[in-house]
């Protein structure tokens, strides 16, 4: 099992640009996570799906941030416009959620971001 | 979901025993004890998880007191690879439909040889 798969690993982008990061869920699960983790605020869950349908969307920070999951195998996490502020570790988590479980969720790599 | 305290930071000399604290005096009857770590640059990963019983997997050991107010995790022989955040977090099981994890602060486990 490959496990979660981010892409890319690291970023580096000048303000305005606009920034894709991609997620590869583990297969066979059905809930997917975005988080972002700064020193300041520490790891906090932007947006999460379940069965492709995002769940709460609250923890996103504003209109420039928008999250996809077309199918059960692949979600974006776009930042657009990109601002210095948003330079942070973005991590994407997935879970099976089907049976009665504990809804263990696996981690990916992380990219990190850095926006000039 | 329940709010967790944890110590800031802790220190364990290699091959000990390192026991890490956590309260949640306001846990819920439904809620569960979920421990995570995060070794630098890398994203966190599941330890265990436990309800009311003690729990042990190849990993870690939790032990829950009986009034579920407070834990600790167990690393029984801790070694330099276990230097890590280890994040305690309280949160009810959904079947059927997936939860998110709400991170606090954790405490750094700094292994030291």
């Known amino acids: 099992d490959a496990g979660v798969i981010q892409s890319p690993r690291h970023e580096v982008t000048e303000m305005g640009q606009e920034v894709t990061l991609r997620c590869k869920p583990i297969s066979g699960h059905n809930s997917l996570f975005w988080y972002r983790q700064t020193m300041m605020r520490g790891l906090e869950l932007l947006i999460y799906f379940n069965n492709n349908v995002p769940i709460d969307d609250s923890g996103m920070p504003e209109d420039r941030f928008s999250a996809k999951m077309p199918n059960a195998s692949f979600s974006t996490l776009k930042i657009q416009p990109s601002e210095p502020r948003d330079s942070a570790v973005y991590f994407c988590?997935?879970?099976?959620?089907?049976?009665?479980?504990?809804?263990?969720?696996?981690f990916g790599p992380g990219t990190r971001l850095t926006v000039l | 979901d329940a709010k967790t305290t944890q110590p800031t930071s802790m220190d364990c000399a290699e091959g000990r025993a390192a026991n890490l604290p956590c309260n949640h005096s306001t846990i819920s009857g439904n809620e569960y004890v979920y421990w995570y770590r995060q070794i630098h640059s890398q994203g966190p990963q599941y330890i265990i998880h436990?309800?009311?019983n003690n729990e042990t997997n190849e990993m870690a050991s939790l032990i829950i007191t009986e009034d579920r107010k407070s834990s600790t995790l167990i690393l029984p022989h801790a070694t330099l690879r276990d230097t890590a955040v280890y994040y305690c977090?309280?949160?009810?099981?959904?079947?059927?439909?997936?939860?998110?994890?709400?991170f606090g602060s954790g405490t750094q486990l700094t292994v030291l040889p």
């Open positions: 436990g309800l009311k």
């Open positions: 977090i309280v949160r009810a099981i959904s079947s059927g439909s997936a939860r998110q994890l709400t």
């Open positions: 988590a997935s879970s099976s959620s089907r049976a009665l479980s504990y809804n263990e969720q696996f």
